[in-house]
């Protein structure tokens, strides 16, 4: 999500389009919300960055369990 409200932001930016340029802020600040709040580990409840891999850095636990 936030890749597709980057360019819809980019776009609107470079065509001087203000409704499609607010549009991708809000798709973006989105998606951004959607990943602090539900990208968690399902074990302990802490944030997991997108370049963990297949165990929490936090409590050590395979996500995938």
């Not at 499609?20 to 951004?32: E, F, S």
């Amino acid at each position: 999500m936030l890749g597709v409200g980057g360019a819809l932001a980019a776009g609107g930016v470079l065509a001087e389009i203000h409704l499609l340029t607010t549009i991708g802020v809000v798709v973006m600040l989105c998606g951004l919300g959607f990943q602090l709040l539900f990208y968690r580990c399902p074990h302990c409840g802490k944030y997991l960055d997108r370049s963990t891999g297949p165990f929490c850095p936090h409590c050590g636990r395979s996500i995938d369990e």
